[in-house]
């Protein structure tokens, strides 16, 4: 509908529906915010400490700020995405572990450097299961990547395994060189840990001609014979093959 949301209205505590700001009333059970997050960096710049692109502290790798003598590393620093290369802030205890460990280490007299991000997040909205990682297709245009995209649904166990439920995965893939750009999963139980596989993937620079020949593990109550991270792989592969023939062909 693409109307901004002016409103919630409840019933006996509860909401019951959503206002908008053209005056549409749309009635509801259950309503989601996803609103985002913003780095609070007051402090930083009333104290002149510079602030990068991504509207996050500016840090170098070694999480040291561009004043003389000031550190700084969690959710109000900005980190460097390994894919795109853009600088961008990604509010998650992960990395604020990982930052903070990096400036302690340099503050004592050692040495170390934080390797960047590539966006991996997992949610659960009730039952469902959501994750990412690497880049979307909006992310990947904005790079400027090409690449070929594939989705696949598939069950988180064999599918005659009492239990087994839905999911869905989606993957972005270079084209000609076939690297694995992104992933995005959504399931129910047993769904959503599955992006890790693919945030390793994303991380090494595998293609998802090798992502397929990985040795993952198996057994009915885990996941069927081909689990929906080779299924996918596979569904890529063939997407990029396909562009190259492609390409190849119009050559001629």
Request: net charge neutral.
């Amino acid at each position: 509908m693409s109307e901004s949301v002016s409103g919630i209205e409840t019933t006996d505590g509860r909401a019951s529906a959503v206002q908008t700001e053209a005056g549409t009333v749309l009635p509801a059970d259950l309503v989601v915010l996803g609103l985002g997050v913003r780095p609070n960096v007051a402090l930083a710049r009333e104290a002149g400490i510079p602030l990068g692109t991504s509207g996050g502290i500016a840090v170098d790798r070694r999480m040291r700020t561009q004043a003389e003598g000031v550190w700084s590393a969690g959710d109000c620093v900005e980190s460097v995405h390994r894919l795109s290369g853009q600088r961008v802030v990604v509010a998650l205890g992960t990395h604020a572990n990982k930052q903070g460990r990096v400036a302690g280490i340099n503050l004592g007299g050692g040495y170390a450097t934080f390797p960047g991000v590539i966006g991996t997040a997992v949610t659960k909205v009730c039952d469902l299961e959501v994750a990412r990682t690497g880049l979307s297709m909006a992310e990947a245009d904005a790079a400027g990547f090409s690449y070929v995209t594939a989705s696949v649904d598939s069950t988180t166990r064999a599918g005659y395994f009492p239990g087994a439920k839905p999911i869905r995965v989606k993957l972005l893939a270079e084209r000609r060189t076939g690297r694995l750009l992104g992933a995005q999963v959504v399931g129910r139980e047993g769904a959503a840990k599955r992006i890790d596989v693919f945030a390793s993937a994303i991380w090494n620079e595998m293609s998802v001609d090798e992502v397929l020949s990985l040795d993952l593990s198996y057994a009915p109550p885990f996941a069927p014979v081909w689990d929906p991270v080779l299924i996918a792989a596979r569904k890529a592969f063939e997407a990029v093959e396909a562009e190259t023939s492609a390409a190849a062909a119009s050559r001629q």
